[in-house]
C-alpha cells in the first residue's frame, strides 16, 4: 500500500464548483504540504502545515484554502474553481524527527481540470 | 525563487555517468542542497543531499565544489529509467526556519539507448 495517497487521482469539474482534493499518510509524520505543478514548471508550495494545530501559507496560496483534520490527513479546497486552477496537484510529507534529513515524500498527484 | 541555476535539458547516452550540474552561487552557511527527480508527472522522489562533503548513496554522488558555490549530480550509469526531470534545491537547516523545499525547474535529462 503507498504511503501517501490523494483522491480522486483525476477530477474534471466547472468553473465555480467547490472542490476538495484529500491526502493520507500512514508514515507518521508531522509534517504536510499541498504543491501544484502546472506544465513545464517546477512544483510550487501552496500550503504546508507541520502538526495538527499548524497551517501556514506557501507562495501561492490565494484561491485555496486547507484543513489539517489529523496528523495523517490534511485536505486542499478549492472554494470557487476557476480555470487557471487546472493543473498537478502534489502532496508530501516529511518527518519531524531529523533536522537535518528531511525528506520529502510525495503522493502520485491528482489531475484537476477546470472548465 | 528557486535561488538556483540548471540547465534546462541535457541528453546522455545509456550506461554512461550523466553529470548534472547546479549552480547556487549565493547559498550560505547554514543551507544544505538537494536534489529531487520526478518522472513523467509522478511525484517527485529524493535522491541525495549534502552540506560541505561530498556525498554518495546508492543512487547518485554528489559533489559539491568547495566554496559551495556549485554542485554536481552524478548518475554513474544512466540507463533509460533515469529519464527525469532533475531538480536542484538549496534548503535553510530546520533548526533556523523550517522552510519547506522550493523548486525550480529543473533539468530535464534524456537517457538515449
Not at chain 1, 506557501?58 to 486547507?66: A, F, N
Not at chain 2, 532533475?86 to 525550480?104: H, K
Request: aromatic share 10%; charged share 20%.
Amino acid at each position: 500500500d503507498a504511503d501517501v495517497t490523494q483522491t480522486p487521482r483525476n477530477r474534471i469539474t466547472k468553473t465555480g464548483k467547490r472542490i476538495m482534493l484529500e491526502c493520507s499518510q500512514t508514515k507518521g509524520h508531522d509534517r504536510m504540504y499541498w504543491y501544484r505543478q502546472d506544465p513545464g514548471l517546477g512544483l510550487r508550495l501552496i500550503y504546508y502545515s507541520f502538526d495538527v494545530k499548524d497551517i501556514n501559507k506557501g507562495e501561492i496560496s490565494d484561491g485555496y484554502s486547507v484543513s489539517r483534520q489529523a496528523q495523517a490527513k490534511f485536505s486542499l479546497s478549492l472554494e470557487s474553481a476557476i480555470p487557471n486552477q487546472t493543473a498537478l496537484y502534489f502532496c508530501a510529507t516529511s518527518d519531524l524527527g531529523q533536522a537535518e534529513y528531511n525528506e520529502q515524500f510525495f503522493g502520485p498527484g491528482t489531475r484537476l481540470t477546470v472548465l | 525563487d528557486a535561488k538556483t541555476t540548471q540547465p534546462p535539458s541535457m541528453d546522455c547516452a545509456e550506461g554512461r555517468a550523466a553529470n548534472l550540474p547546479c549552480n547556487h552561487s549565493t547559498i550560505s552557511g547554514n543551507e544544505y542542497v538537494y536534489w529531487y527527480r520526478q518522472i513523467h508527472s509522478q511525484g517527485p522522489q529524493y535522491i541525495i543531499h549534502g552540506l560541505k562533503n561530498n556525498e554518495t548513496n546508492e543512487m547518485a554522488s554528489l559533489i559539491i565544489t568547495e566554496d559551495r558555490k556549485s554542485s554536481t549530480l552524478i548518475l554513474p550509469h544512466a540507463t533509460l529509467r533515469d529519464t527525469a526531470v532533475y531538480y536542484c534545491i538549496r534548503r535553510e537547516d530546520l533548526n533556523s526556519g523550517n522552510t519547506p523545499l522550493v523548486f525550480g525547474k529543473g533539468t530535464r535529462l534524456s537517457v538515449i539507448a
